[in-house]
């Protein structure tokens, strides 16, 4: 049988990279990652009001320069074999588009308005819409916040399209309709990106768009329009049906296929979240707790739906049938900050360098200071007096969202250093880590395995290690350094018709685990008396 090739490109928060590997083997041939321009300088980002905001250029370049420079490392003739290309983008990061599907920044009256731009997952400047759909759910007939935890949140669709229809009047006037990242990259790969055709993703409609087939789709006119009557017959200018990633979304354009050099034949899968692609390239099986760690965590659950039934889990991400692999119920939970804690400290201690001794001085620092930090820290005993922090430094996605809290570190002395102090902040991102873990258990849902995958999970030992202490469960590192361009390109290949199922295609495709981290015992009985420091603290701040 000749060799058949796909693509799999996952666009992360700082960068996209695409993989091109073989569907029969799973070995890469080539990959590339590029680091989005306009986001790399801060533009239209205000970090103060937690506004992030993403060109759609910066989509549109990385996606041209990560496929042709992953073809380019390939053999020659890989390239008449590609069959499939998969996308697998953050979210919920919608945008208004006008009817043509296109987002309104890339027309030249909106080009620099970041109101028309890509709302990244991380963007919180929707607190208040976000509080006023969940008491109206609470209180409607239907309450459509139930397969989502409960507890909408103001990183996700809703709450973003009506805090920007409120604050931009030209929004108002230009926007037609809306659209996911992962569904409109997808959508332009096949030339189709009519917001009423387009074939939308389950994993983003279901997750954080309150689609659920129990309601016909999406929540109904009427609450949109009690809601707020900004959001009147929108939902006729959405969608009323979602696809899973096994499916076809369509074939490569002749625009797109001249552009990178491929073949009108090429299919181009349903698009989903990175996390949820993730798993299926870190070879997810049921129960099995996949976490994505990077700036943010990511944490992806699959049962078989008879087993969860009606059950609905308290205060997660959503339980959402097929959002990870058809028939299987994908649950999704996750932490705002992770890598992000990390990084905050890092632009702390190396903000005033820049000011007094230069950039370069600054970039030299920035450069060794979390390895260096990380192995201080590793140096440190553990013991019940250290110092403790609350890993919401970006508000808490889960367990129960609540964007509006912030972190705090107590127990600071004249002795506290740094390693100190970024030894309390790894052990508060374990510890909001275990917290989820907790609730997924106190729900009754059973974790067979902890598998990571992610920047963070691949370059930190110390911080793995510590996570698997204040588990208290061994956590399996995926090989792949790219698993959510391998779960992508897994997609394509089943999109394609090249494996029957996901499952198939991790059999045949997937590239296992090359590390594993076991509790140690000393560690988590410290820790233990640890994490009910962590929840006091925690329930200090979010009572004041
Ligand atoms: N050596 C390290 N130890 C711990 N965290 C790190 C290290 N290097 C980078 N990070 C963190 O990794 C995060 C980026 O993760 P990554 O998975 O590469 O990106 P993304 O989240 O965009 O997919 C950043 O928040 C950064 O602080
Ligand atoms: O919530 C998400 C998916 O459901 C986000 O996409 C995710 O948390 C962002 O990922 P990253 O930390 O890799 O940038």
Redesign the pocket.
């Known amino acids: 049988m000749n060799n058949q090739y796909v693509i799999g490109v996952d666009f992360?928060?700082d960068s996209v990279r695409a993989l091109v590997v073989n569907a029969q083997t799973g070995e890469a041939v080539g990959t590339h990652v590029h680091e989005y321009t306009r986001w790399k300088k801060g533009l239209y980002c205000d970090p103060a009001t937690s506004q992030f905001r993403q060109h759609p250029l910066d989509y549109l370049e990385g996606l041209t320069a990560t496929i042709t420079g992953a073809l380019a490392q390939a053999p020659a003739e890989v390239r008449q074999q590609v069959v499939g290309i998969s996308i697998d983008t953050?979210?919920s990061t919608p945008c208004a588009v006008d009817e043509t599907g296109l987002p309104l920044a890339l027309r030249p009256d909106f080009a620099e308005n970041p109101s028309g731009m890509f709302i990244l997952?991380k963007d919180h400047t929707a607190n208040a819409e976000a509080e006023e759909i969940n008491n109206l759910a609470h209180h409607w007939d239907t309450d459509y916040t139930k397969y989502v935890g409960g507890i909408y949140s103001s990183e996700w669709f809703w709450a973003k399209m009506l805090r920007t229809l409120r604050v931009d009047e030209t929004i108002r006037e230009h926007a037609f309709s809306w659209i996911e990242h992962c569904d409109w990259i997808s959508a332009v790969l096949t030339g189709n990106a009519n917001p009423l055709t387009l074939k939308r993703s389950r994993c983003a409609a279901g997750?954080k768009a309150l689609w659920h087939s129990e309601f016909d789709g999406l929540p109904s006119d009427e609450f949109l329009t009690k809601l707020d009557p900004l959001l009147s017959g929108l939902r006729d200018r959405l969608f009323t049906d979602t696809y899973t990633s096994d499916q076809s979304m369509g074939h490569l354009s002749p625009e797109w296929a001249e552009k990178l050099g491929l073949s009108t034949n090429v299919v181009i899968g349903v698009g989903a979240?990175?996390?949820h692609m993730g798993a299926i390239g870190a070879e997810i099986e049921p129960y099995a707790f996949v976490r994505?760690i990077?700036?943010?965590t990511?944490d992806i659950l699959m049962a078989p739906n008879e087993e969860i039934g009606h059950r609905l889990i308290r205060g997660i991400?959503g339980q959402v049938d097929g959002s990870v692999a058809p028939g299987m119920l994908g649950l999704?939970a996750?932490q705002s900050a992770f890598g992000d804690v990390y990084a905050w400290f890092a632009r702390l201690i190396t903000g005033p360098v820049r000011e007094l001794l230069g950039q370069d001085a600054a970039d030299t620092l920035s450069q060794q200071l979390i390895p260096h930090l990380s192995t201080q820290a590793a140096k440190l005993p553990v013991t019940e007096n250290d110092v403790i922090a609350l890993d919401w430094i970006n508000g808490r996605r889960t367990p129960d969202a609540n964007h509006t809290l912030k972190a705090a570190i107590a127990g600071l002395n004249l002795g506290t250093d740094a390693p100190k102090v970024f030894k309390a902040l790894v052990e508060a991102t374990a510890f909001g880590s275990r917290s989820i873990v907790d609730r997924f258990l106190e729900e009754g849902v059973p974790i067979k395995k902890v598998i990571a995958i992610?920047g963070v999970a691949k370059k930190s030992p110390f911080v793995m290690q510590t996570l698997a202490d204040v588990l208290n469960k061994p956590i399996q590192v995926a090989s792949a350094d790219q698993a959510c361009a391998l779960g992508a390109a897994m997609c394509a290949a089943v999109a394609a018709g090249v494996h029957p199922t996901m499952e198939a295609a991790q059999r045949a495709m997937g590239s296992g685990f090359d590390a594993e981290y076991t509790p140690q015992s000393d560690k988590v009985v410290v820790y233990e008396a640890l994490y009910k420091k962590y929840l006091k603290l925690g329930a200090f701040v979010e009572g004041h």
């Open positions: 992360g928060s953050t979210g997952w997750h979240f990175d996390a994505i990077g700036t943010s990511c991400c999704e996750g992610g």
